[in-house]
């Protein structure tokens, strides 16, 4: 399956590109009595990839009709968002800036080295520094004009940011080639999560929190969902043996599954790595490292668990960042 690019700055364009990703049934056993599907959103576009693609089209809009000349965001050296910012910059006409957490390094990762490729410009500060990245005056600290600029938070985790999770959510709706029970998505600052959380009705979300974040992925949904003028309690439950089905029985809203970080961001065990292996030789679906394959053993943690029921119909949103693969090389 070719990916293809995203050519236009363009909300229909981009649109019509989410309607026709692909969807991928996994067959091969690794999830006995469910239905398992893959929604190949790392197929929107090969560089621009999935969720930060979604998270990035109203900004990118939004900077075009304020006439910003350049976009300045943040994030670490592995960053996907930090990948998909400095293409949309080389794509769409923008100057980029990356503000990234931490002295360079002498050898950049393969993340930053395309940033760079792609135009990016680079500026390293310290965590101390970064902690700040909020804070007014920030950007004039670091020498950066801002006139012209319009700054996008790590993650694409704004509201514009929300609101392309939920066109995803709406096209989800639309797409589906069965009804689905459950839609998964991995979280990392929980905005993804609250986006579909928010706009698919006909399926319970559960979102899997894969990073060591505490309690602030529950917290930036619940934030979000409260901006959007939504109820905004979510069930959180801790590790395995949850009952998933029992959670979402009366509610179409959304649950949070922690304690599936695998030792946090960056780590992949042994385990995880055959699952990978697994997935992959089964579904010929590419599997990302920090966020699907611990998405998918959330899964499986699950269903092996008898906490889903029987023949569930359920969709694993493949949030991309593919391109992060090459840390684990
Ligand atoms: C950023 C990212 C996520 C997490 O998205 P949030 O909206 O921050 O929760 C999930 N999957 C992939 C591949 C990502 O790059």
């Keep these: 399956m070719m990916p293809h690019f995203l050519d236009r700055l363009d909300l229909q364009v981009f649109t019509d590109a989410a309607f026709r990703i692909p969807y991928q049934q996994v067959r091969g056993g690794l999830f006995p009595g469910l239905d398992v599907w893959v929604r190949r959103d790392d197929l929107i576009d090969p560089l621009i990839s999935g969720n930060k693609a979604y998270k990035l ?4 809009i939004e900077a075009r009709s304020q006439r910003a000349e350049t976009i300045v965001t943040c994030g670490g050296a592995w960053s996907n968002h930090i990948h998909s910012v400095a293409a949309s910059g080389a794509r769409f006409g923008f100057n980029t800036i990356g503000i990234i957490r931490g002295e360079r390094s002498p050898v950049l990762s393969a993340t930053l080295r395309d940033a760079e490729r792609l135009g990016m410009k680079l500026i390293f500060v310290t965590r101390a520094q970064y902690r700040r990245r909020y804070e007014s005056g920030f950007i004039e600290e670091l020498g950066l004009e801002n006139q012209g600029v319009y700054f996008v938070p790590e993650g694409g985790s704004n ?3 929300v609101r392309g999770t939920q066109l995803l959510g709406r096209v989800i709706e639309c797409t589906a080639p069965v009804d689905f029970d459950q839609v998964w998505v991995a979280c990392g600052t929980g905005a993804t999560f609250a986006g579909l959380s928010s706009s698919i009705q006909r399926s319970s979300v559960v979102g899997v929190e894969v990073l060591k974040a505490g309690e602030s992925v529950r917290k930036s949904a619940q934030h979000w969902l ?3 003028g939504q109820s905004s309690e ?7 043996g949850v009952q998933v089905p029992h959670l979402l029985s009366n509610e179409r809203m959304g649950c949070l599954l922690g304690g599936y970080h695998g030792g946090g961001y960056g780590k992949l065990s042994a385990e995880l790595r055959e699952l990978q292996r697994m997935l992959e030789d089964h579904s010929g679906v590419p599997i990302e490292s920090v966020y699907i394959v611990k998405l998918f053993n959330a899964l499986q943690k699950i269903n092996n668990s008898g906490n889903i029921s029987h023949g569930e119909r359920v969709l694993i949103v493949h949030s991309g960042g593919l391109q992060g693969r090459r840390g684990y090389e």
Excluded: D, E, R, W
Excluded at 57 to 60: A, G, K, P, S, W
Excluded at 234 to 240: E, F, P, R, T
């Design 226 to 228: 409260a901006v959007l």
């Design 234 to 240: 979510i069930n959180k439950s801790i590790q395995a």
């Design 57 to 60: 089209i109203h900004n990118l």
């Design 159 to 161: 509201l514009a940011g």
